[in-house]
């Protein structure tokens, strides 16, 4: 509004978005549990698919009556809107875990999975429907859940392969011995994973940086511990960086436009 953000930062926003992403993907995977996760895998997967599912579609439902929509374009929409925004659960869940509540029944564990794995189907249906529309493609729905399994199941196999090679770096490297060094190398790594999924497309980078950072947990608990220190350092600056840029994308003049049926789009869709 004011025009004070240099045009240099705005035309980084994506990459500094990026780096933020991660930086909270990697909190997350700290902070999952494994036998809270076997308790709660089966609520995590429905979590991860029905309640996304459900939201895309009372929009699409809704923008087709509020703005004239087709179908594919009000999917589309409804595909934007109900992806959930890891830098808003993750502090949240993990706030609830650090004052305990719902700590016993792992529901904030299943909760972060389940928005991890909702995001993978509804970045799947979303880019889809986009070559449906720009290409004039067929949308192959019958091969949706194969790519979700494919997506998935590459996500934590690369979190996993990538643990291995940290580990092999950190053991093959002198140099590394403080815990900003060792949190700027495994920032790189997890940067590696993100920007791999965005140019190769097979996996999901979200799941794999998640992956990569439960597995660290797993295999060496006092490192992942500083880790932890230090990452949520990291998200004090870039929780910044995320919502002050996401903010600046607003382009004010068109959400004046929308703003009345835009909200009454977004309450019908929670209600969905």
Do not use: H
């Not at 995590?44 to 004239?68: D, K, N, T």
């Not at 995001?119 to 019958?142: C, E, H, K, M, R």
């Not at 900003?180 to 497309?201: D, H």
């Not at 500083?226 to 002050?244: D, K, Q, Y």
Request: hydrophobic share 55%; proline share 4%.
């Amino acid at each position: 509004g004011l025009n004070r953000i240099r045009p240099e930062v705005l035309s980084n926003a994506g990459e500094l978005r990026t780096l933020a992403v991660m930086v909270i993907l990697m909190r997350a995977g700290l902070g999952l549990d494994r036998d809270k996760l076997k308790q709660q895998g089966s609520v995590a997967l429905r979590l991860g698919f029905l309640p996304a599912l459900c939201e895309a579609i009372a929009i699409a439902v809704s923008a087709m009556i509020l703005f004239q929509f087709d179908w594919a374009t009000g999917l589309l929409l409804g595909c934007i809107i109900s992806a959930e925004s890891p830098a808003v659960i993750v502090p949240g869940m993990l706030r609830l875990k650090s004052l305990g509540w719902g700590v016993g029944k792992g529901i904030a564990d299943a909760i972060l999975i389940g928005s991890a794995l909702s995001d993978v189907l509804i970045l799947l249906v979303f880019s889809l429907l986009i070559n449906y529309l720009t290409q004039g493609t067929s949308l192959a729905l019958p091969l949706l859940p194969l790519q979700v399994i494919l997506q998935i199941g590459l996500g934590v196999l690369f979190g996993y392969l990538t643990v291995l090679l940290l580990a092999l770096f950190i053991q093959q490297t002198t140099w590394i011995n403080t815990l900003v060094q060792e949190v700027i190398i495994t920032a790189g790594f997890a940067l590696v994973l993100i920007t791999s999924a965005e140019r190769f497309p097979y996996f999901s980078g979200y799941l794999a940086v998640m992956a990569f950072g439960f597995y660290l947990i797993e295999m060496n608990p006092p490192s992942a511990r500083r880790m932890r220190i230090g990452f949520n350092s990291l998200w004090t600056i870039a929780e910044i960086f995320l919502f002050v840029l996401m903010g600046a994308s607003i382009q004010l003049s068109i959400l004046e436009q929308t703003v009345l049926p835009g909200l009454l789009l977004l309450v019908i869709g929670l209600i969905g």
